[in-house]
């Protein structure tokens, strides 16, 4: 069986007047104006990199283990493979200290435009002591970092898998893409926290009854953990009709993040946590991930209705959250427990998948 890639949605390469337009908007402060030459010659060279689609500039012989050892893998993404695996392994193996990554999904913090820091960062930190005070280690993922970080991005998904599931590599190999500045991908470094960790609590503001622009970067960009094809050598990099005819030929979608524990904190103001919350739910439970039960899947309001200026004051009255909230990581962390010993059974990795995708 065979089915065409279909064309015709690209409007094409920049001319090079936008380019360099582009290019110069990273120097507009007056102080670069002495280094105008340097910069004209950086520019010169950054288009010829566009020019000529040199999205890894440095690569290596993928080698053995790979469908096609010769292929020229990049070598930041191979590096990214290596510590996968290397977090994958102290993950498995049963003797290590339980690992939970605590996700602060809050844009907001008092490095930046709000001057403020935000609830779901106080949440948070009620998670992560809690969690500390069971004996878990815990690796603290602040996602604001985001919006107040120099250089600092998760750039989106470009959606490959919709191509066909072999097109989406794990890790992602999207990026760096070095030719469009495509560059300084946190996701790189958010892959391996994930694969390291025994459980994973998010806490969530809700933001037009769903959740911040920060975290859904990031829930977007782990579609290559459900389903992805670890070998990007068997695609040729990002060749789709190698993509189409393999998954054509049967596909078994691994996933890759299975067996973690999760706990879900989300908190509004208004309106839409009941249903963040189970979108929230739905995508950890499709991907292969664990819940602690219902006494780990918390929304609530943080007063309701009342003016932002003093939402602050509210969290600090309401006890009863703040109670719930610890009780989500206490409930994560006793049954990541007996995940790991042995005394609950494991995820659905193992069930037959009658529809697989």
């Known amino acids: 069986?065979?089915?065409?890639?279909?064309?015709?949605?690209?409007?094409?390469?920049?001319?090079?007047?936008?380019?360099?337009r582009r290019f110069r908007n990273a120097f507009v402060d007056p102080a670069f104006r002495s280094e105008d030459a340097a910069i004209d010659t950086l520019e010169a060279i950054a288009w010829d990199a566009y020019e000529h689609g040199r999205k890894a500039p440095i690569t290596r012989k993928a080698g053995p283990g790979f469908a096609d050892p010769d292929y020229d893998l990049s070598v930041e993404w191979f590096e990214t493979r290596e510590r996968l695996k290397q977090a994958h392994e102290v993950w498995a193996d049963p003797k290590t200290k339980t690992r939970a990554l605590v996700i602060c999904g809050s844009p907001r913090n008092d490095g930046t435009c709000p001057g403020e820091i935000s609830k779901t960062f106080r949440l948070a930190g009620l998670v992560?002591?809690?969690?500390?005070?069971?004996?878990?280690?815990?690796?603290?993922?602040?996602?604001?970092q985001l919006t107040s970080d120099y250089g600092r991005h998760i750039h989106p998904c470009k959606g490959c898998l919709s191509t066909a599931m072999p097109l989406c590599h794990w890790p992602c190999s999207c990026y760096p893409n070095h030719s469009l500045n495509q560059v300084n991908d946190w996701m790189a470094e958010i892959y391996e926290r994930w694969v390291a960790?025994?459980?994973?609590?998010?806490?969530t503001p809700t933001h037009w009854y769903s959740t911040s622009s920060a975290l859904k970067l990031m829930i977007d960009r782990l579609v290559c953990a459900d389903g992805g094809n670890p070998d990007p050598t068997s695609t040729h990099g990002k060749d789709p009709a190698k993509a189409k005819k393999i998954e054509l030929a049967g596909w078994d979608y691994p996933k890759h993040l299975a067996d973690r524990v999760y706990g879900l904190v989300v908190h509004g103001d208004v309106a839409g946590i009941e249903g963040s919350r189970r979108a929230l739910s739905d995508w950890l439970d499709w991907m292969g991930l664990i819940d602690a039960g219902d006494r780990a899947r918390l929304d609530r309001y943080i007063g309701y209705y009342e003016p932002y200026a003093t939402s602050h004051d509210v969290l600090d009255r309401d006890r009863a959250v703040q109670d719930e909230t610890r009780i989500v990581a206490r409930a994560v962390a006793r049954v990541t427990r007996a995940l790991r010993s042995g005394a609950i059974p494991g995820g659905i990795a193992d069930l037959p998948r009658p529809r697989p995708k």
């Open 1 to 20: 069986m065979t089915t065409p890639v279909r064309k015709g949605q690209w409007t094409g390469k920049l001319e090079r007047i936008e380019f360099r």
């Open 197 to 203: 960790a025994h459980a994973v609590v998010i806490v």
């Open 128 to 144: 992560k002591e809690a969690l500390a005070e069971e004996g878990i280690d815990v690796d603290f993922l602040d996602l604001s």
